[in-house]
């Protein structure tokens, strides 16, 4: 069977990781023998990212963002756009992942266990080695699964490499607008498990993407404090109203309150979270 795939993408200045991605995307296409159309959204790139994904990729639907959308703005504004056209499934691709050649075929053997009713997580590995640095997640314990050759369940996941089908954009919708970078993607994941549609890591890795493992500037010690609170103000943040409307929706209002309000504790003393083991977001 032949499958039709939307391919929400966003991007800012990353010219050669934008290319790099499509490049990949299209042996991996031609591998699962499937019918995909791309919709990158460039929200104000400078270098010349949307020119030269035209000129190499000009069957690509290039739309133009604000320079304010951020990851979740950014996508948001793709699948809007791919929602007006008639697809199977909706791939959420980040433009610095690298899929595999098998990665489609892959992500489609699983989804059909499912009778296509599920979210399947692609499992992400550094560039240049086997760790697993994107995956799906259990809310138990919150450490990255590793696929063990066959679909294994989890609770929210990072998104990366993510293939949803049509039947669970119909009832979950798109990413929600409260959410501009961080947390978009977790809250998918919960809300269309609310909407009784389950979440699988993939069988294996299916690409490449580097773990962004350094301390946002708004918690890093080493970072004076007023800029702290500068970059704090910042989309990119978790800020406390984003985290607040998360726990609300997902956990209880006892933990929206608490979790919201110790980012403020965190802003002026960073230093504790690294001494709790907690640093990393």
């Not at 809007?80 to 992500?107: I, R």
């Not at 919150?142 to 990366?160: A, H």
């Not at 993407?209 to 004076?224: E, G």
């Not at 006892?254 to 979790?259: P, S, V």
Request: aromatic content about 12%.
């Amino acid at each position: 069977m032949k499958h039709k795939v939307a391919v929400l993408m966003t991007c800012f200045n990353r010219k050669s990781n934008t290319l790099s991605c499509l490049n990949a995307l299209k042996v991996a296409a031609v591998t699962a023998n499937t019918d995909y159309d791309v919709f990158l959204v460039d929200d104000g790139s400078t270098d010349g990212t949307s020119e030269a994904v035209k000129i190499e990729f000009p069957e690509v639907k290039v739309l133009q963002g604000s320079g304010s959308l951020y990851w979740g703005g950014g996508m948001r504004k793709a699948w809007d756009e791919a929602a007006k056209f008639n697809y199977g499934f909706y791939l959420w691709l980040n433009d610095d992942t690298y899929l595999k050649p098998d990665s489609l075929k892959q992500l489609f053997a699983d989804s059909a266990k499912f009778n296509d009713r599920a979210i399947i997580s692609g499992v992400c590995e550094a560039e240049d080695s086997d760790e697993i640095t994107y995956s799906g997640y259990l809310m138990k314990d919150k450490v990255r699964l590793k696929p063990v050759g066959e679909p294994v369940k989890c609770d929210f996941f990072n998104g990366n490499v993510l293939l949803v089908p049509a039947v669970v954009f119909d009832k979950t919708g798109n990413l929600d607008a409260a959410f501009p970078h961080s947390l978009g993607d977790i809250d998918y994941g919960l809300r269309a498990k609310k909407m009784g549609f389950e979440s699988y890591i993939s069988s294996k890795v299916v690409g490449k993407c580097d773990r962004h493992s350094a301390l946002p500037k708004w918690c890093n010690p080493q970072v004076p404090f007023k800029e702290r609170k500068k970059f704090f103000k910042l989309p990119l943040t978790k800020s406390p109203k984003q985290v607040y409307i998360f726990e609300k929706r997902h956990t209880s209002l006892i933990m929206a309150l608490f979790r919201s309000n110790i980012i403020y504790i965190r802003l002026l003393f960073p230093g504790l979270w690294i001494k709790m083991g907690k640093a990393k977001i």
